[in-house]
């Protein structure tokens, strides 16, 4: 993903404005399905925290919370709109926790810039940071899976997306070690008009 980050960073300062106008935006609910198992003050990781809208905000004043993001563009809007909060330049690809020392991790729209073959060790790092019992929360690429590129995205630069078809996500995500407890594939309409077909998961890790 972070071949791309230089596309992110152009893209920051209208960022909040675009996303916010995908419809349904459900990020905030999705994000918020961790209170049933998180307690307060636990460790949450967002990989691909963006600007920190619209869960940052809501995520750090009740957690130990630290954003992930390849932007530094990204990283600057997030720091403005949530001081205090913990935010870390780092790929989702190779940063590191410790073993079973975090409640949730919280991936929105992010592992789909990660390339499809690396999802299952991605998958694998996240189940070994939570704690038994931790939640991991989502979106990933809900249709036939692929890779997707586009030149110049949203006028800002080039992006690609890459996932594995549903069956395959869901099983990478299990063979990690994490049972899946509820998905969903909503469908979204970008500003543009673009139609998205994402699966919505929450998974646990057993005690």
Do not use: C
């Given at each position: 993903?972070?071949?791309?980050?230089?596309?992110?960073?152009?893209?920051?300062?209208?960022?909040?404005?675009?996303?916010?106008?995908?419809?349904?935006?459900?990020?905030?609910?999705?994000?918020?399905?961790?209170?049933?198992?998180?307690?307060?003050?636990?460790?949450?990781?967002?990989?691909?925290c963006g600007t920190g809208v619209p869960v940052?905000?809501?995520?750090?004043?009740?957690?130990?919370?630290?954003?992930?993001?390849?932007?530094?563009?990204?990283?600057?809007?997030?720091?403005?709109?949530?001081?205090?909060?913990?935010?870390?330049?780092?790929?989702?690809?190779?940063?590191?926790?410790?073993?079973?020392?975090?409640?949730?991790?919280?991936?929105?729209?992010?592992?789909?810039?990660?390339?499809?073959?690396?999802?299952?060790?991605?998958?694998?790092?996240?189940?070994?940071?939570?704690?038994?019992?931790?939640?991991?929360?989502?979106?990933?690429?809900?249709?036939?899976?692929?890779?997707?590129?586009?030149?110049?995205?949203?006028?800002?630069?080039?992006?690609?997306?890459?996932?594995?078809?549903?069956?395959?996500?869901?099983?990478?995500?299990?063979?990690?070690?994490?049972?899946?407890?509820?998905?969903?594939?909503?469908?979204?309409?970008?500003?543009?008009?673009?139609?998205?077909?994402?699966?919505?998961?929450?998974?646990?890790?057993?005690?």
């Open positions: 993903m972070s071949e791309f980050a230089s596309t992110y960073d152009a893209l920051a300062p209208r960022y909040d404005g675009w996303s916010g106008a995908v419809m349904p935006d459900v990020r905030a609910a999705w994000a918020r399905q961790i209170e049933v198992v998180v307690s307060e003050g636990e460790g949450v990781v967002e990989l691909g940052a905000k809501w995520l750090a004043a009740r957690y130990e919370y630290t954003g992930i993001d390849a932007s530094e563009g990204m990283l600057a809007e997030a720091r403005r709109s949530v001081p205090g909060a913990e935010f870390v330049h780092a790929d989702m690809q190779t940063v590191t926790f410790e073993p079973g020392s975090l409640g949730a991790v919280i991936a929105f729209y992010s592992i789909n810039h990660v390339p499809s073959a690396l999802h299952a060790a991605l998958f694998a790092s996240i189940a070994s940071w939570l704690r038994p019992g931790g939640m991991f929360v989502a979106s990933l690429h809900g249709g036939a899976g692929g890779e997707f590129f586009d030149p110049n995205w949203l006028d800002t630069g080039p992006m690609e997306w890459s996932g594995l078809d549903r069956a395959g996500s869901f099983a990478a995500i299990e063979a990690a070690g994490l049972e899946i407890t509820e998905s969903e594939v909503i469908d979204q309409v970008e500003p543009e008009g673009t139609a998205i077909h994402n699966v919505w998961l929450k998974a646990r890790k057993p005690h």
